[in-house]
Structures are given as structure tokens and as C-alpha cells.
């Protein structure tokens, strides 16, 4: 079997280029080098169309995979919640779609300017249709959460946590830190901390989504197992009965 240690070297990437950001925004203050062209710009991880959005889009789009092989599995078993694992499947899709191209911000300048926020909890404002959003989703996909395995979901939760206290609270937080300044070293840690918190979390998601999915279907030609996680191509053996999921959609 050709095997590959996939979430290992994810979490090595991310790595590199959470230090190719902090590297990048010394040099910026300290050295006056600007993150907005040549290789700087790739390590930006608040930049759009670079190597950083690309990798945070792509750990999306695995989330995207996963989440649609399971769909794919208990659609196939008539499962009860299965529709929802579709649906699922495509929010992550829409997530990596918006990371790469920010559409989230095309509600920023609108809403702020309508409302006159300056500065605050909501001046990133895209953030107030995007609590609303998030509310129904909660609603939505709790019974899949409810429905999975303990140690699954406490890694779900724990992943989902990570990634939205960064993408929602802590930038709501960097709403205050920006009236020091978008260059200046508040608002900079502030985004540093948001966007690490946003990798970590994806990558949390990943390992638990893949997790799952090895759980619920142990003979497949994707296999991730081991403290590394590796994936690889081949027939995998089937699982020990009790390492089996206990409650599934």
C-alpha cells in the first residue's frame, strides 16, 4: 500500500507559514518590506489570491470530501440524517470557495457604511448576517453532532470551537484593535492569533472528519490512522467490532 502521512505534513505546512507570516510582518514594521508583493505576499495570511488562502481553502475542501463520502455512505444505508451530511458537505464547499475569494467581504463596506460603525465588536460588519447564519446552521446540524460516537464529537466540538473563536470572536476582537491602525502591532497580533486559530481548527476538522469516516467504513480505498495520520491507497483491513462507531446517523 502507498501510503502518505496527509495530516502530519498539513500540520508541518501550517507551521511554515503561520512563521512565514510572523517573519513577514517583522520585516514589514521593523524593515519597512511590504507583504504585498513577491514572496511576503504568499506568507500573508490575511492576504487573498496567495499560497496562505490557498492552503486555508484546501483544508476546507478536504472537510468538503469527507463530509460527502459520509453522506455518500449513509445515504447508501438509508441513514435518517443523511441529507444533512449532504448539506454539510456543502457548506464546507462554500467556506473554500469564500476563503479563496472573500466573498464575505462584499458585506463589509455596505453594512458599515450604512451603519456608521467606526470601529467595535461589529466593524468587521460582515459579521452580523454571518452570526445570524451560523445560528440556524447550529440548528441544523445539531442532531448529526448528537447523533455521533463521544469521542468523535467532543473532537468536532473541540474543532468547531477553535475555528469559529477565531474566525467570529476574535475578530470581532480585532475590531477594536483596528482603530490603533491596520499596520500597527495590536491589530497585527490580534490577526495573527485570528487566522492561526482558523488553520488549527480546519485542520482539527480534518482529522476528526477523516476519523469518523475510517470508523463507519473501515474497507475503503482512503485510509487515515495512525498518531500521524496517513493516508494511503490500497484496501484497508477491517476494524475491530468495539472500535466501531456505537451511534451513527
Known sequence: MLSFPLLRWLWVSAGVLVIGHVVTLVAEIHYGVSREYSVPRQF?????????????????????LATLALASHFRG???????RWVALSGLFALMAIDESAQLHDMFTGPLRRGLEIDFGVFYFAWLLPAVAFLAVCAWYFAPIAFSLPAAVYRRLIAAAGVYLGGAV??????GFAVESGRTSTPYLSVLTFEE???????????GALFTLLRTVQPRTTLELSGNGGTIGLGEAASLPTHQRAERLP
Open 44 to 64: 500573508d495570511l490575511n492576504g487573498e489570491a496567495n499560497l496562505a488562502a490557498w492552503f486555508q481553502s484546501f483544508l476546507l475542501l478536504l472537510c468538503a
Open 77 to 83: 444505508r438509508e441513514a435518517p440524517l443523511s441529507h
Open 169 to 174: 470572536v476574535v475578530e470581532m476582537l480585532s
Open 196 to 206: 492561526s486559530c482558523e488553520i488549527a481548527g480546519a485542520l482539527l476538522l480534518v
